[in-house]
Every structure is written in C-alpha cells, then in structure tokens.
C-alpha cells in the first residue's frame, strides 16, 4: 500500500509537471512555482523538494526514479525487524515477525534456562541476553540461527542481564542473591566469562535498614559511555555503580526513590537517567542528571504500578506502562512531565517496545498466574498487546499461554 501510494504521488507531480511545461510552452512564460504539489498529501509526504528543481528544469527522469528507489528502499528496510518475547509461565521464547505480527518460531528453554525473565539485545542486534530468574542464570542466543550458543550461571533470581552499550560486558542483577555478576563478552570467539561479582549486601553505604530494606538489584541502565550504571533496589533506593571499577559511587534510600522499581531508561541525549518504582497504590518516576548523579524530579504517573519504558524511536516521548491501571503515562523528556496518556493498553502490561517507524508499540500482558512477582499483577490475556501509537488504541494481541515478561526488538540487516 505505501509502494502504491508513493507511485501515484510520483504520477501525479509527472503530470502536473508535463501540464506546466506545455503551458510554458505555448505561452513563453517562466515556469512557475509547483503550488499543486503542496496541496495533495500524498506527494508532500512522499516526495522530497529539490531546491534546485526551480531553477534547474532538466532534471532527468533517471534521477528522480534513483531518489524513489532510494525512498522506498529506506522505508521497507524500516519495517525489517522481529519482536522477541520471553514467556517465563511456559519457558520458552517466541519470535514474532513485524511484517505480519505473527509467531514464526519458538525456542524452546525447557532445558536451557527456569523462567526467562527478562530478554535483551547487544546494541547490533547480534545476541540476546536472558536472565533466567529460576535457575539463576544467564543464556545467549545468537540471534541469526536462534542458536542458544552458552548458559553461564551468574546468581540466585537472575533478574535482568544487561549488556554495556560497547557490547564488550553484561552485568546481570540477581534478586535474593543481592548481587551484580559480571560477564566479559569476547564476540570474536563467542565467549561469555563470568569475571567479577558485586556484593551489594556488603555495600557501607545501603546499612541503613529504615533507608535500604533490603539490597536486592532488580533492573539497570548504563550512561552513554558505559562508565556507569543506574541500578534500581526491590525494597525501595537505588544505586549509581561505577561499571570500571565495579563500585557504588552514589545512593538513594527508599524515601527518595521507591520500592519495585524497573523503568530504568537513558534520555536521548544522555543527559538524563529515568527511573520508576511501582506498587499496588502508587506509581512514581524519576529523573537523575548522569554528569552530578542528583535525582532533580520526581513526579506520579497518575496510574498504579509503574514498570516498563521505552522512548519513541523519534525520541519525542517516553512511555510508561502501569500495571494496575492498564494503561501507560506519555513523558516528555525535556520538562519531564507527563503531557498525555493511552486509557487503555492490555490488561496486566509489563514491558514494551517500538517498532523502528514508532507506529506500533509492542507491550507484554502478564498471565493470570504469574510464574514471578512480588505483589498482585495477574492478567486474563497472556500475550503481546499491539497498540497503534497515533491513534493510542489497542489494536491486536498476539495470544500465548503462559506468563510474558521480557521483550526487545530485533532489526534485520541484510
């Protein structure tokens, strides 16, 4: 439809074009500027202006249908990516293609991994990580052959295993076990080595027990340069860690940042980490300055239970889900308020993402028996909501039977 829509856009301005050279012809006037073409949408929207076109009236044919070719080769190789979702109730991980939305492969992790929680890509799109939150550890897949090339053991209640934006290391957050494991990532040789172990128990800083209930890491996020990573606490706080030097560098107790916290998610430009925390009566953001690591606002998202985030693939907003009040808060990343909201995304919505042309948000409905969770977050509609971004309705759902949690998205190169 889009190729069919750009095709008649082009016949038109081919048209209008023959129309204003015979009448330059017949009168002997000069050209004129093309007003036509900005009154029909489909050309304004498709067709790129050339400044030089006005002055330039032997602009060939050859080149015009290049700049086409050239339009609908990026708009198509947009559209090229796989949606990978995580079902902990069912161990197993689905792929479901974003052309059509449909299921076109299972991995089955009966014996890979207990209850994949949380999937995460490298930056190229080469590997997902899977924090397999009952059996404590960490799987690879080589995303090409969705061959599950190792499985490392990292800690009790591997909760989320995240790889640095460099791709050369992963640091896993492990629940009970109170800790932060890192992997060190030799891509060349497809080697994952388990190498240093952050004990945050032991942490001087999180011994106050009124401020840091307990020290267990639950979700994380890198600054931009991976220097240093943002990590969240289950009962209520969060840490800044020093990724070199595998240290806490900052702290936050639980009255300045909330318990059961996951949203962790870098502004665009850098410049600012998010974070959320979430219960069954509040829901609550957070917004850090990555250079003086101070927390500089915080504000409720109006729902219940805030959990996943993402940012639209055009950086203008960010996304947050509530997992009570089934539905999500829109942020604007400059002044950090929520500016809209979608009444209605699935029931139960954990985790989410975009598709690469910020038209459809792919969010995951958790099940009516949750394999993990620390207070109420069932769902009657296990599976994968889609949600069309402009017009903020739901859309579609991708059925499955079990408990979905992870989800990250996959571009496809050639």
Known sequence: MKVRNLFLG???????????????????????????????DHVENNVEENDSEENDNDVSDENDGNEENEEVSEEMASEAYEVWVADQGTNEIHIIEGATDEIIETIDFADVGDKPHMLVFDDEHEYAYVANMGSGTVSVIRAEDREVITTVETGEGAHAAIPS????????????????TEIIVDKSNEEFTVERELDLSEVEALQDEDEFPNQSPICLEYTADGGKAYVTLGGGGLVVVDVEDLEVIASFGKSEVGAHGCGTVLSPDGQHMFANSGSTELAEYYVFDTETD???????????????????????????????????????PESFEVVDSVDFVGEAPDLLVFSPDGKYAYITLRGPEPATGT???????????????????????????????????????D
């Open 294 to 332: 101070e927390l500089i606002h915080t504000e409720e998202t109006g729902g219940i239970d805030a959990h996943g985030v993402a940012f639209t693939p055009n950086d203008e907003h960010l996304w947050m889900v509530n997992r009570v009040t089934d539905d999500a808060a829109i942020i604007d």
């Open 375 to 413: 207070h109420d977050m069932a769902g009657d509609t296990p599976g994968v909501a889609i949600i069309d971004v402009e017009n903020q309705s739901k859309v579609d759902l991708v059925e499955l039977e079990g408990d979905p949690h992870g989800i990250d998205l996959r571009i496809l190169h």
């Open 10 to 40: 082009v016949v038109i301005v081919f048209l209008l074009t023959l129309s204003a050279c015979g009448a330059n012809s017949n009168n002997n006037e000069t050209p004129a500027t093309d007003n036509n073409v900005g009154e029909n």
């Open 165 to 180: 934006p460099d791709g050369e290391r992963v640091l896993t957050a492990n629940v009970p076990a109170e800790t932060l």
